[in-house]
């Protein structure tokens, strides 16, 4: 809905105001939530009652560091685009001192940057937390007087602040990082996660903020002042890699209880696992290993193999018994590991599994054991998991001559699934470079979505860079179907893939 405050003034364009609760979780974001939010908020500060403004500010407390720079950018251009008239009033009203919490921090994000320093100052005398958020954000701004008269209110606001603020402005540091002007604010953090109490260390780990979380770590263990049960959180249960691995070290480095190497023995991430293990290994013997050899990582299972192996014990007669009982994805990569050429029929046999995991490991594990039997494996180029289809063209690149006639054309059909038909297609290309030339021409002239695009990219890069090493000849029937096929490239590519066939056109 358009208004206009009289005839002679632009127009703002903005919609109908919803209720609070949809106004926050407009503001906030999330899944499912659709809108233009700076709109919104624009329409709620020019039109809004009381508890339309009040969900508006709780929305901007509530969002994310990302969401919230996301809505820095986002009102700029709606300030702009669709709130002229009332982009004119703001700088008026800030001066005027005609300005409530929400039209301050709102007007933060103004195009304008002499509105954008007023607001600033208005922020100063501004408490609620949303007012800080732009503060933060005004921090990094392009405009020098706008960011260092920010910095100058953060700098008087930020000593002595609570652990949850300063755990926002942790997050926004983050958030911004990227940002030319974003010194200042790292700087202030990494000072103040220097120098922090326990307690804040505990609360910044909690960050949704990967960046946080690895400074509250690191500070943590250099002070100490992490414990053993946070640090065992971060080794299992924290999203980062790094960190998971990180607090694994910091734990192992010290006299870990059988606990907690029991606990990182559960971890998700195979470098805490293998870390775990060794130090079990060390401290309670060889036999602790036999556990992992099931592991599902090769790392693992490497260590443990090692270990156990080194006491005689014969590995891969534990995997044949284990998969007489289970047959596991670990238990066959792991005969695959240890085993020989003698194992085949046990690891052929997986190939039937009814787990494409499992069937994709005995692919492996016959490869590695040099026992493929390359007519068997054909039959899996048609398997319903792509994941094995991959590792059976890997494997069966070595045995292109099983291909005969026109068996792989009839595969990149469009009867079959895609998966199928690029692996086909991927097989004729390492086969032969003129047969897959004809094949790749007959798709770039077909309607195939799939295949299409790749065979026009293929031969592109083949002219530019593979053309002029190819010093072998297409045979006459070849050469027939190239010169035939030629026409749906370009005089200029066509030209050049004549002259490499060697064609007279």
């Known amino acids: 809905m358009a208004t206009a405050a009289s005839p002679d003034t632009p127009y703002d364009y903005l919609p109908v105001i919803p209720g609070p609760a949809e106004i926050i979780q407009l503001v906030v974001g999330g899944q499912g939530v659709s809108g233009d939010a700076g709109s919104i908020l624009l329409a709620v500060l020019r039109d809004g009652d009381a508890a ?13 560091p990302r969401r919230l720079v996301a809505f820095d950018e986002l009102l700029r251009d709606r300030w702009r685009w669709h709130a002229p008239h009332l982009a004119r009033q703001v700088g008026q009203r800030l001066l005027d001192g005609d300005a409530d919490d929400l039209l301050v921090s709102l007007a933060a994000a103004h195009p304008d940057g002499h509105v954008r320093q007023g607001a600033v100052a208005a922020l100063a005398d501004k408490s609620r937390p949303a007012a800080l958020r732009m503060l933060l954000l005004r921090s990094t701004d392009w405009a020098r007087p706008v960011r260092e008269d920010a910095r100058s209110v953060l700098g008087r606001r930020l000593p002595g602040a609570a652990n949850a603020v300063i755990v926002d402005v942790a997050g926004f540091a983050a958030t911004l990082a990227g940002r030319q002007q974003a010194g200042w604010l790292t700087y202030v953090i990494n000072g103040a996660v220097a120098q922090a109490e326990p307690d804040l260390i505990a609360a910044l780990v909690g960050s949704p903020e990967r960046l946080v979380r690895r400074l509250a770590y690191r500070t943590g263990v250099d002070t100490d002042s992490l414990s053993s049960d946070s640090l065992v959180t971060g080794a299992v249960r924290d999203p980062d890699v790094l960190i998971r691995v990180s607090c694994a070290r910091t734990l192992l480095a010290g006299t870990p209880s059988q606990e907690i190497i029991a606990a990182l023995l559960q971890s998700r991430t195979a ?35 090692q270990t156990l192996a080194a006491a005689d014990i014969d590995l891969a007669a534990l995997y044949r018994r284990h998969l007489v009982h289970d047959v596991t994805p670990a238990a066959v990569a792991g005969l695959g590991e240890t085993g020989s050429a003698a194992d085949a029929a046990v690891l052929t046999d997986a190939l ?6 499992v069937r994709v490991q005995a692919v492996r594990a016959l490869r590695r054991l040099g026992a493929v039997d390359p007519e068997r494996l054909k039959s899996l180029i048609r398997d319903e998991s792509p994941v094995v289809v991959r590792e059976v063209v890997q494997t069966l690149t070595g045995y292109l001559h099983i ?14 699934p895609s998966h199928v038909r690029r692996a086909a297609y991927r097989l004729i290309r390492a086969k032969d470079v003129w047969s897959w030339l004809v094949t790749a021409l007959r798709l770039i002239s077909s309607d195939d979505e799939h295949l299409a695009p790749s065979a026009r990219s293929d031969i592109y890069t083949w002219l530019q860079h593979e053309a002029a090493r190819t010093y072998s000849r297409p045979s006459p029937d070849t050469a027939a179907q190239l010169a035939f096929l030629l026409p749906v490239l370009n005089a200029k590519e066509a030209a050049e893939m004549a002259f490499a066939a060697g064609l007279d056109i």
């Open 271 to 305: 470098q805490v696992r293998a870390a775990a293990l060794e130090t079990n290994i060390a401290r309670n013997g060889a036999d602790t290993a036999h556990h992992m050899l099931l592991d599902r990582h090769p790392t693992v299972r490497s260590i443990a193999q």
């Open 52 to 64: 339309a403004r009040e969900a508006a500010l709780t929305g901007l407390a509530q969002a994310s």
């Open 403 to 416: 291909w005969a006639g026109p068996e792989l054309e009839v595969l990149i059909g469009t009867g079959y």
């Open 352 to 357: 039937t599994a009814a787990r494409p995991r």
